[in-house]
C-alpha cells in the first residue's frame, strides 16, 4: 500500500506537470489539423451557394440589394476578408487558413470554459479534443461559412458570463458581463444564436437565486439582475453600432429583423421546413416593391404565416421530421463537402469522403451525444447550474431551428458546447465505473 502510494503521487506530479502544456498542446493539435485541412482541401474544392456569393463579394466589396440588404449577417465577414486580402492576396487559401486560425481558437476556448464549470483541467482537455478530431469539424474548415466565427464567440460571451459570477469586485463583474453581453451581440451579424444565450442567461440567474440565494434574498436577485441589465446593455449597444456600420458599408439601412422569413420558410405548409427559393424570391419581391419597408412586409408575411399555420394539420408532422434533420445525425457537414469536391471537379476527394469518412462520422457523432446525456446525469447528481445553462443554451437553440429554416449543418455553431457536455458526461461515466469498482471490492472483502 505504501508503494502503491508513492507512485501514485509521482503519477500525480507528472501529471500536473503536463496539465501546464494543455492549452498550448490544445493550440498546436489544432491548428496542425486545421491548417493541413485548408491546404489539402484548397485545390480539391470550389465554394457553392451563399459561400461562392460570399467569396466573391470579398474580393470587390460590391454589395447588391435586396441580397445584402436583407441578410446583413453575410456583409460583416466579406469585409474581414478583404482587410485579408489586402495583407495576404486574395486566394481561397487565405479564407481556409483564417478558419484554421478561428477554429483553433475556439479548441482552445473550449479548455478554459469548461475549465471554468468544472475547475478539472483533464476533462477541460478532453473537451478540447473531442472537438479538435471530429471528422466533420476538421473537413469543414474548408467552408466560407460565419459559423466558425459564432462558436469563438458564443464561447467567448459564456466565458465572461461565468468569470462574471465568481467575480466579487463591482467594476470587474460589470465590465465582464458587459464584454458577454457584446461578445453575444455580434453572433446577430453573423448567425444569430446568440439571442438564445442571453435568454438562456435569465433562466439560468432565476435558477441561481431560487437554489443558492437562500440568504441575503434581495442582495442576490439586485446583484443578477444588475448582471443581467449589463448584459443587456452590452447587446443593445453593439447591435445599434454594429448595424450602422454596416448600413454605412452598404450604402442603405439594410433589414435588422427578418424573422418574418425564416418562419414561413421553417412553418409554412407549402415548405419542408429547410431554405425554399420560391419564398425566398417571394420575399425579395415584395421588399423590393414595398421601396424596401421591412416593417410593412414582415407584418403581412407574419398575418400570413399565422393563418396558414392555424389551418395546418400537418405541423406536428413538420416539426417532428424538422427534428429529424437538426439531431438525427451529422452527415450534411459531410455531404457538402462532397459537394464542394464535386463542383471542383475532385472526383477522388469527394469518393474516400463519401467511402470512408462519413461513416467515421457519424459513428463519431453517437459517441459524442451518447456522453452527453451522460452529461445531464452530471448535472442530475450535483445540480451544478453552470452545466444546466450549457444545456438550456443548447436545447433552446435546437428549439429555434424547428421554428426556423432548418438544416442539419446548422448545428455547427454550437458544437463546442456539445463537446464540453460530452467531456462532463465522460466525467460522469468514469466516475460510475470507479464506483462500481470499489463497491465490488468491498463486497468481496466482506465475503
Known sequence: NKIYKICNSKDIIILKKIQKFYPIIILLLALLTRIASAI????NIKQVS???T??????????????????PHWVLLPKIANVLFSVFGSSQLVILVFNAVVCTIVSVLIYFVTNKILNNKNISFLASILYIIWPAN????????????????????????????????????????????????????????????????????????????????????????????????????????????????????????????FL???????????????ISKDYKEAIENNNYDYDTVNKEMMNKLKEDVKNNNELFTLLKNKAKIVAQNDEARIEFICRMAKAN???????????????????????????????????????NLEILYIYISIYGSYLLLLIIETQNRYTYSINPFICILAGIGFEYLIKQKRNILYFDKERKEEV
Open 264 to 278: 414561413t420558410v421553417g412553418l409554412s405548409s407549402k415548405n419542408d421546413g429547410t431554405y425554399n427559393e420560391e
Open 40 to 43: 489539402v482541401l484548397n485545390d
Open 54 to 71: 460570399a467569396l466573391k463579394t470579398s474580393e470587390t466589396l460590391v454589395f447588391s440589394k435586396p441580397y445584402h440588404y436583407l441578410f
Open 50 to 52: 451563399d459561400f461562392y
Open 138 to 261: 476538421i473537413l469543414y474548415v474548408g467552408v466560407y461559412t460565419t459559423e466558425h466565427i459564432v462558436q469563438m464567440l458564443l464561447l467567448i460571451g459564456t466565458f465572461f458570463i461565468y468569470k462574471g459570477n465568481n467575480e466579487t469586485r463591482k467594476l470587474k463583474k460589470i465590465i465582464y458581463f458587459f464584454v458577454a453581453g457584446v461578445s453575444l451581440s455580434l453572433t446577430t451579424f453573423f448567425k444569430n444564436f446568440g439571442i438564445i444565450f442571453v435568454i438562456a442567461l435569465l433562466i439560468y440567474f432565476i435558477l441561481k437565486i431560487i437554489f443558492e440565494s437562500k440568504r441575503n434574498l434581495k442582495k442576490y436577485i439586485i446583484v443578477y439582475l444588475i448582471s443581467f441589465i449589463t448584459v443587456i446593455v452590452g447587446y443593445f449597444i453593439t447591435n445599434q453600432i454594429m448595424y450602422a456600420y454596416i448600413d454605412s458599408i452598404v450604402g442603405g439601412k439594410v433589414s435588422r429583423n427578418n424573422i418574418a422569413y
Open 345 to 383: 471537379e475532385s472526383e477522388k476527394l469527394a469518393k474516400f469522403v463519401e467511402d470512408y469518412i462519413l461513416e467515421i462520422n457519424n459513428f463519431y457523432y453517437i459517441i459524442i451525444f451518447t456522453l452527453m446525456g451522460l452529461g445531464l446525469l452530471r448535472f442530475i447528481k450535483d445540480k
